[in-house]
């Protein structure tokens, strides 16, 4: 079970956390969460089958929010999708159909389970569509009812349009929209079901006061914002990305062992910081394990990965990637590892090591898997491979299987079948 929270004062803990980045008139929102409960929520669009890494500090906020004993929103994307959000982008985002969309909103939805408590009552999380107003819109009463309390020439000032129009890349009519439609989005859940808050990035500042203007102007509500910092790495890494490309929050995106691995690779410099922002340990926890030096931060790395991996994917399968961890790096051992599958005739036969390590996921192409090689990172049963000509056959394997590493964290166990 998750830990209780040390205080109901949802902003203190955001505060200790270090999750706000910007607030409007946070005296009087902090009024409102005392005669709560208060409904917030964060939206997404549904750009693909699965939110990554870099969604969860609003996921935690909305995460904190409901076990402060507020009621959190999780709000899809389903119809601003099929125009992009322009923020930060040099290009259109592609567009995509409504079964992919759809079929999107579906993927997103199984990690929710996990984070939120979903039901009726006034604590409960929601998870509601934006298609549901967008769609029915008619355009020329929608421009009239709500273009007149909409500036272009403020537009034009907003980071996520100045920056597009500065680099000199070209920024649709159809995209300079999606500022309005966020707006009446918040407009909508205010009205709908008594939101007054919005939260998200800091890059969505903007779009965020726009809603809040909209709410004054069109019904005389009092609604408020709340971002939280853009998170990078200590070495300048967007968060959510690696080399091999986005850690993928479902399952069946990316497995636990390697979201394990990501967490457990974070930077000296990041760790007491992820702790707060990516667990949910006793601020007391956090500020011990944070002060460990030198060989004993690996222990602190270790726990950060647990509990990290613990919300999305269960406790069970974050802790089986702990003492798979254990056992590989201690004793090289297979089990628990990532696996693929390898006909034993072709071993028999024998494979080179370069397309085996492609194969298994630990090299893009021949070319980096040969880059590997040179560098020292590539490993055979936790020996160097020193040569990319390397033709591997049934002596590499004991028990029907035989290990594959790039580097020091990141092994495959190859499978003969």
Same mark, same amino acid.
């Given at each position: 079970?998750?830990?209780?929270?040390?205080? $109901?004062?949802?902003?203190?803990?955001?505060?200790?956390?270090?999750? +706000?980045?910007?607030?409007?008139?946070?005296?009087?929102?902090?009024?409102?969460?005392?005669?709560?409960?208060?409904?917030?929520?964060? &939206?997404?669009?549904?750009?693909?089958?699965?939110?990554?890494?870099?969604?969860?500090?609003?996921?935690?906020?909305?995460?904190?929010?409901?076990?402060?004993?507020?009621?959190? *929103? +999780?709000?899809?994307?389903?119809?601003?999708?099929?125009?992009?959000?322009?923020?930060?982008?040099?290009?259109?985002?592609?567009?995509?159909?409504?079964?992919?969309?759809?079929?999107?909103?579906? &993927?997103?939805?199984? /990690?929710?389970?996990?984070?939120?408590?979903?039901?009726?009552?006034?604590?409960?999380?929601?998870?509601?569509?934006?298609?549901?107003?967008?769609?029915?819109?008619?355009?020329?009463? %929608?421009?009239?009812?709500?273009?007149?309390?909409?500036?272009?020439?403020?537009?034009?000032?907003?980071?996520?349009?100045?920056?597009?129009?500065?680099?000199?890349?070209?920024?649709?009519?159809?995209?300079?929209?999606?500022? *309005?439609?966020?707006?009446?989005?918040?407009?909508?859940?205010?009205?709908?079901?008594?939101?007054?808050?919005?939260? &998200?990035?800091?890059?969505?500042?903007?779009?965020?006061?726009?809603? @809040?203007?909209?709410?004054?102007?069109?019904?005389?509500?009092?609604?408020? &914002?709340?971002?939280?910092?853009? @998170?990078?790495?200590?070495?300048?890494?967007?968060?959510?990305?690696?080399?091999?490309?986005?850690?993928?929050?479902?399952?069946?995106?990316?497995?636990?062992?390697?979201?394990?691995?990501?967490?457990?690779?974070?930077?000296?410099?990041? /760790?007491?910081?992820?702790?707060?922002?990516?667990?949910?340990?006793?601020?007391?926890?956090?500020?011990?394990?944070?002060?460990?030096?030198?060989?004993?931060?690996?222990?602190?790395?270790?726990?950060?990965?647990?509990?990290?991996?613990?919300?999305?994917?269960?406790?069970?399968?974050? !802790?089986?990637?702990?003492?798979?961890?254990?056992?590989?790096?201690?004793?090289?051992?297979?089990?628990?590892?990532?696996? @693929?599958?390898?006909?034993?005739? $072709?071993?028999?036969?024998?494979?080179?090591?370069?397309?085996?390590?492609? !194969?298994?996921?630990?090299?893009?192409?021949?070319?980096?898997?040969?880059?590997?090689?040179?560098?020292?990172?590539?490993?055979?049963?936790?020996?160097? *491979?020193?040569?990319?000509?390397?033709?591997?056959?049934?002596?590499?394997?004991?028990?029907?299987? %035989?290990?594959?590493?790039?580097?020091?964290?990141?092994?495959?166990?190859?499978?003969?079948?």
């Amino acid at each position: 079970m998750a830990q209780a929270p040390e205080t $109901r004062d949802f902003l203190a803990v955001m505060r200790q956390r270090g999750f +706000i980045h910007q607030a409007t008139d946070e005296d009087a929102l902090a009024a409102a969460l005392k005669d709560g409960p208060l409904t917030a929520y964060v &939206g997404y669009d549904a750009t693909a089958d699965s939110l990554h890494a870099g969604s969860l500090v609003s996921l935690m906020m909305l995460r904190w929010l409901q076990k402060t004993g507020n009621r959190p *929103i +999780i709000l899809m994307g389903g119809g601003t999708t099929r125009i992009g959000d322009p923020t930060w982008r040099d290009e259109s985002r592609k567009m995509l159909d409504d079964a992919t969309i759809t079929a999107n909103i579906a &993927g997103i939805r199984q /990690v929710m389970g996990r984070l939120f408590t979903f039901g009726d009552g006034p604590g409960d999380a929601m998870m509601v569509n934006n298609a549901d107003w967008l769609d029915g819109l008619g355009y020329v009463d %929608f421009l009239r009812d709500y273009g007149p309390h909409f500036s272009v020439n403020r537009m034009l000032t907003m980071d996520s349009v100045k920056l597009r129009l500065e680099r000199d890349q070209p920024l649709s009519f159809l995209e300079f929209n999606y500022m *309005i439609l966020q707006a009446y989005d918040f407009l909508e859940l205010a009205r709908r079901h008594n939101c007054v808050l919005q939260m &998200g990035g800091s890059d969505q500042w903007g779009n965020i006061i726009a809603g @809040i203007e909209l709410g004054r102007r069109v019904d005389q509500r009092q609604l408020f &914002g709340l971002t939280c910092p853009l @998170i990078t790495t200590a070495s300048g890494a967007k968060m959510g990305k690696t080399a091999d490309g986005a850690v993928w929050l479902n399952p069946d995106r990316l497995s636990a062992w390697d979201y394990w691995q990501y967490w457990r690779n974070a930077e000296d410099a990041d /760790v007491g910081r992820f702790l707060k922002l990516y667990s949910e340990l006793p601020m007391a926890e956090i500020a011990r394990l944070e002060a460990l030096q030198g060989a004993e931060l690996n222990a602190a790395k270790a726990v950060l990965a647990t509990e990290a991996t613990a919300m999305i994917h269960g406790r069970p399968a974050a !802790e089986e990637a702990a003492a798979t961890a254990e056992r590989v790096f201690a004793g090289g051992g297979l089990e628990g590892l990532p696996e @693929i599958d390898l006909a034993g005739e $072709r071993l028999a036969a024998g494979v080179g090591v370069l397309t085996l390590l492609v !194969e298994a996921g630990l090299a893009a192409s021949n070319g980096e898997a040969r880059r590997l090689v040179r560098g020292g990172g590539a490993r055979l049963n936790d020996k160097a *491979i020193s040569d990319e000509g390397l033709v591997v056959d049934m002596a590499a394997a004991t028990d029907g299987a %035989f290990k594959l590493s790039a580097g020091r964290k990141r092994h495959v166990r190859v499978r003969l079948v």
